[in-house]
């Protein structure tokens, strides 16, 4: 026993002057701790409606509890999850960018531009698919992949992760808390941080309020947009679901924003010819508070991107079908100045307020 924990220790000091050597002067002080309250902040979301009760993807063998996703939030703003300390996965998911980035692309650890725009994390808890390129489906499995990312967090070891926890003094009790002791493991982790993500929900925005009445609560412009969004413009073939994300078992789309692709997307994943170019059609929950948009960030406004589907699709070989014509041409929609204005307005009933100021979601370490 007693060279087994030699030898963690001395695993432990190599990996820190492994990081000391490779990042000199990067390193940021840890000390700070988190201000959580005595009693933890309620993460009940309450009674789920039917149109995202079929959508939840909580395992049985990680309810939500609130000592849980009290974890789970320190976990997210701690800059320890990253091998310089300098870099959380708030960093890239903003809470008042409603948990997006504000930048077309992220800064990773050493100051790099990550390869892809940040996606929300809200309502993740309802989605079966996760990355701009389609190739994880399970939440617990997400969430570490930023974290060991070479240029996101740096922290590809696992074990060094549970080391770095263990020698912070506030990580036992909290772990304790969640899991009935205070042993730290890998898999702790990724629940504790998944408790978290499945607690930042957006099920209480305009639209979900006037499903309930017919639409009684929106203006006349509102109700234009929507019928514009499920009619002309054909935005309800894709944005489906209630978190208005992807089509059941077809989550990504190419929908003609190049010809030829610098980013092929799924293509990456697969290898397949007809992947090229297809990225996860992502939710339009909160979407006003997410820009820019599109997997590089290419558009800056939410006016941008409904005049590329409305006159500037690309004529890509793998180009969705809802997408083309019958003459095999790209879509050109012809929206007017009112129809695309009332499409915003549409899109601006889909935000949901409630968690985007609330403290149980915020930086505990600020």
């Known amino acids: 026993m007693k060279n087994t924990k030699l030898s963690s220790l001395c695993f432990f000091i190599i ?10 002067g990067e390193d940021k002080a840890t000390d700070l701790l988190p201000t959580l309250p005595d009693d933890p902040f309620s993460y009940d ?11 939840d993807n909580t395992p049985h063998d990680n309810q939500m509890t609130d000592a849980g996703a009290t974890l789970g939030r320190v976990l997210f703003y701690d800059t320890k999850l990253s091998v310089t300390n300098n870099v959380s996965c708030g960093s890239c998911h903003k809470q008042t960018a409603g948990f997006a980035d504000s930048r077309a692309k992220s800064i990773g650890f050493r100051g790099e531009e990550t390869h892809r725009n940040s996606m929300t994390i809200l309502n993740a808890r309802f989605k079966n698919t996760y990355f701009w390129d389609n190739s994880v489906n399970q939440l617990e499995e997400q969430v570490l992949m930023p974290v060991s990312n070479h240029v996101e967090m740096g922290l590809e070891n696992m074990e060094f992760l549970v080391r770095k926890l263990e020698a912070a003094e506030y990580y036992p009790e909290l772990f304790e808390k969640a899991f009935g002791t205070p042993e730290i493991t890998e898999t702790k982790i990724r629940k504790a941080l998944s408790q978290f993500l499945r607690s930042v929900v957006s099920m209480n925005s305009k639209y979900d ?3 309930e009445t017919n639409f009684s609560n929106f203006s006349e412009e509102e109700k234009l947009g929507h019928d514009v969004f499920f009619g002309k413009a054909k935005c309800g073939d894709c944005h489906r679901n209630m978190i208005f994300a992807y089509y059941q078992n077809f989550p990504t789309a190419n929908i003609g924003l190049d010809e030829n692709y610098a980013d092929n997307g799924m293509f990456g994943i697969t290898g397949e010819e007809i992947d090229k170019g297809h990225f996860l059609v992502p939710s339009l929950r909160n979407i006003v508070q997410t820009p820019p948009y599109m997997h590089d960030g290419r558009f800056n406004t939410l006016e941008e991107v409904i005049e590329h589907y409305n006159s500037g699709i690309k004529n890509h070989p793998n180009l969705s079908w809802n997408l083309r014509e019958q003459t095999g041409e ?7 100045a009112v129809e695309k204005k009332a499409l915003v307005a549409f899109l601006n ?9 609330q403290e149980k979601f915020s930086d505990p370490f600020k």
């Open 349 to 357: 009933t889909l935000t949901d307020d409630t968690f985007v100021s």
């Open 15 to 24: 990996m820190l002057s492994l990081v000391a050597c490779e990042n000199p």
């Open 330 to 336: 790209p879509v050109r929609l012809n929206l007017d």
């Open 45 to 55: 979301i309450g009674i789920i409606p039917t149109g995202f009760s079929n959508l």
């Open 209 to 211: 309020i006037g499903e």
